[in-house]
């Protein structure tokens, strides 16, 4: 189950990333699909002035993108939860999981300060940390610190650029066309997307391989998925264009050595701190006693 487990939990969270790029190739299928005529959204505000009006889709994805470029620096606070059933026979076994992600975001160069924490009920919690920069990536699992090898510490950081790059994702992501909406929600505006089926796994795929993120047994675990459904919504501020807020909802079955296995995982993200980081520094301490 432990094993299985922590499978499970890397294909989930290569979903719920592609998830994000896939929301952002909706705006560019849906904006396709409603060439010609009006966002729905839009529609409903005829009557008000046309500077007030909700952007398209494919007008909010262009001035995000825009936006985002110009970031130098960011914050991002995830919270993620996740119900793994499985089952074999007559009986089953419930997995809960509850994690926290915090990530500090420099983009010029590419530096990343990251705190995992993950609670596992009666498995026990685990926490990580790491700090991923030019000059190479130390990862903290327990009490000791680590210095990745080279050619990981490239991956990692390859990875990271499209992962926590709002601008790359979108250009990544542009050409597939799915299904989205925008509406106004306060002082935001409000991307949303529901997907399903195996255009999602396909992208996952070919989202692993283009950011160096390939993993044989999790790509094999995501041909045996049935993706039953993903939900999103995806912020940002309506002055600003900056993205604000994230939510990823997941729910997939498969079976496996004799078993049926379901999973539920619920992804809260936002995004602040705009431009606040100028660099991050590893402390002399990690660099001191990294093996």
């Known amino acids: 189950m432990k094993k299985l487990t922590a499978v499970l939990l890397g294909a989930a969270l290569v979903l719920s990333i592609t998830a994000c790029g896939k929301e952002k190739a909706a705006e560019g299928g849906a904006n396709q699909a409603a060439n010609g005529g009006a966002n729905k959204a839009a529609e409903t505000t005829t009557n008000t002035p046309a500077e007030t009006k909700v952007p398209t889709v494919d007008e909010l994805m262009a001035k995000s993108t825009e936006a985002s470029e110009k970031l130098k620096s960011m914050a991002m606070d995830s919270k993620i939860s996740q119900n793994i059933v499985v089952k074999q026979g007559e009986q089953s076994q419930e997995q809960k999981i509850d994690m926290t992600l915090k990530m500090d975001i420099v983009k010029e160069p590419m530096e990343i300060h990251q705190v995992m924490d993950m609670s596992m009920g009666a498995q026990g919690s685990q926490n990580i940390e790491q700090y991923i920069t030019q000059n190479g990536v130390y990862s903290k699992v327990g009490e000791a610190w680590t210095k990745m090898p080279e050619a990981e510490s490239k991956q990692i950081l390859d990875s990271m650029k499209q992962s926590a790059s709002p601008e790359a994702q979108l250009q990544q992501?542009?050409?597939?066309?799915?299904?989205?909406?925008?509406?106004?929600?306060g002082d935001e505006y409000v991307l949303s997307a529901d997907l399903s089926g195996d255009g999602v796994k396909d992208l996952a795929k070919n989202l692993m391989n283009q950011s160096g993120g390939q993993n044989e047994q999790t790509a094999a675990m995501l041909d045996q998925m049935n993706i039953k459904n993903i939900?999103?919504?995806?912020?940002?501020?309506?002055?600003?264009?900056?993205?604000?807020?994230?939510?990823?909802?997941?729910?997939?079955?498969?079976?496996?050595?004799?078993?049926?296995?379901t999973l539920d995982m619920d992804m809260d993200s936002t995004i602040s701190k705009y431009d606040e980081l100028t660099k991050i520094e590893i402390p002399q301490e990690v660099l001191d006693s990294a093996k």
């Open 231 to 261: 939900k999103i919504s995806y912020a940002v501020n309506k002055d600003t264009f900056l993205p604000t807020k994230s939510n990823v909802k997941m729910s997939m079955e498969m079976s496996v050595e004799g078993q049926s296995v």
């Open 173 to 185: 992501f542009k050409s597939i066309a799915s299904e989205a909406k925008v509406v106004e929600e």
